[in-house]
């Protein structure tokens, strides 16, 4: 048997018909950047997760840069995020010159310890970002509470959470701005890349608008004039001044989400709570099967509705089973083999092993199974019967 890690041309196949008339309909258009196809994505989309303005962009790793930038977050300044995640949460802290703080993550929930926060706030701090990781929510209601606390901005990355709930709401935010992928595997995935920003604050909104288009145009200006205010100042005289796009006001980005990829999205988000369901009911039959074993399942918070974009295991045997899964035709993967504050990317923020304890015992104990809604029955049984079997 041949198991995938991840499967989208089962997904494809299942409202074939639906995509490829999407697609086709922008093709015959002749509008491939923004047009009706992206707006409407924008607004069903944020209206999905509950927020009143979504910018869509490239992809989620630009999604984070904007959103920093919106928020004035540059050099000098520190985030506060996890090690535990993928390279580009951090990377998008650094590509805006500033630092990233790493803290541990929750042994049970595997995100942001809210009990590790306060201690890594200093007077260069200006955000937390924390990550739902694997679709699970983080304490929320925590994070905030700290932030308000000491004003600092709240971005959360929900690169793999599209669809989780944190106490019965869809709306990962529950702050001021939060980043989404559509990565192709993704709960939500388009046919390439693409991302999103969701906020309720317009200012951000329009700030990062903007900065995905140079710098330029009517929010650039509108931009531009409000930071001038904050400050006290006049804008200078002599500057050029027009709405259209060849007024630029920053150095900012060109992040877009194309059409044909917005038209996809469009017809996939419609079906977006039935691949969700089909993730859960996957999770709970694994759940069923594996509770009386040696592994150790995946939990769902109190407060969380778990999307389940990734189903983890950990072992003591992590290693062994997945050469075993492997040459039984089971895909399998760490996510991540290693943490973040160990690369040597981040070498000259000079964490050192041992710093934090949990992620790196997660980095070498857990691993992913196929979960994707569209797993056959079979190839599930055989999955729960192979790791039975190596489980010693």
Same mark, same amino acid.
């Given at each position: 048997m041949n198991i995938p890690l991840m499967n989208v041309q089962r997904q494809h196949e299942a409202y074939a018909a639906e995509y490829e008339e999407a697609v086709l309909k922008v093709l015959r258009s002749g509008r491939y950047i923004g047009g009706t196809e992206v707006d409407s994505f924008e607004e069903e989309f944020a209206e999905y997760e509950g927020a009143k303005f979504g910018i869509s962009c490239g992809n989620g790793t630009d999604a984070i840069v904007l959103a920093l930038r919106s928020l004035g $977050?540059?050099?000098g300044d520190e985030v506060i995020t996890v090690s535990w995640t993928f390279f580009a949460t951090a990377e998008s802290i650094m590509a805006v010159g500033a630092t990233p703080v790493f803290i541990d993550v929750c042994p049970d929930t595997y995100c942001m310890d809210p009990s590790l926060v306060e201690e890594a706030i200093t007077e260069r701090t200006k955000a937390i970002l924390p990550v739902h990781f694997y679709g699970q929510s983080c304490d929320m209601d925590e994070l905030r509470r700290i932030c308000r606390k000491h004003g600092l901005f709240l971005i959360a990355d929900c690169a793999q959470s599209v669809g989780t709930k944190y106490k019965g709401r869809r709306?990962?935010?529950?702050?001021? $701005? @939060?980043?989404?992928?559509?990565?192709?595997?993704?709960?939500?995935?388009?046919?390439?890349? !693409? #991302?999103? %920003?969701?906020?309720?604050? &317009?200012n951000i909104a329009k700030a990062c608008r903007s900065l995905k288009v140079h710098g330029s145009g009517k929010d650039g200006l509108w931009t531009l004039k409000r930071e001038y205010q904050l400050k006290g100042k006049e804008l200078p005289e002599n500057m050029p001044v027009g709405e259209s796009k060849y007024y630029n006001y920053f150095i900012g980005y060109n992040s877009r989400l194309d059409a044909v990829q917005a038209a996809i999205l469009r017809k996939k988000l419609t079906h977006l709570d039935e691949f969700i369901e089909g993730r859960r009911k996957n999770a709970e039959l694994y759940h069923r099967a594996l509770e009386s074993t040696h592994y150790y399942l995946p939990m769902e918070a109190a407060d969380s509705f778990h999307s389940y974009y990734i189903y983890a295991l950990r072992h003591k045997n992590s290693f062994e089973i997945q &050469?075993?899964?492997?040459? /039984? #035709? $089971? @895909?399998?993967?760490? =996510? =991540?083999? %290693?943490?973040?504050?160990?690369?040597? /990317?981040? @070498? +000259?923020? +000079? =964490?050192? &092993? !041992?710093?934090?304890?949990?992620? &790196?015992?997660? @980095?070498?104990?857990?691993? /992913? $199974?196929?979960?994707?809604p569209e797993l056959f029955d079979e190839e599930r049984k055989f999955i729960i019967d192979t790791l039975i079997q190596l489980d010693r």
């Open positions: $977050i540059g050099r709306k990962n935010t529950l702050g001021d $701005i @939060s980043c989404f992928s559509f990565f192709p595997t993704k709960n939500l995935g388009c046919d390439g890349d !693409g #991302g999103m %920003v969701l906020t309720d604050d &317009e &050469e075993k899964l492997k040459e /039984a #035709g $089971i @895909s399998c993967g760490t =996510y =991540y083999p %290693v943490p973040l504050h160990l690369q040597f /990317a981040f @070498s +000259n923020l +000079n =964490y050192k &092993e !041992g710093d934090l304890p949990v992620t &790196e015992e997660l @980095s070498k104990c857990t691993f /992913a $199974i196929p979960i994707f």
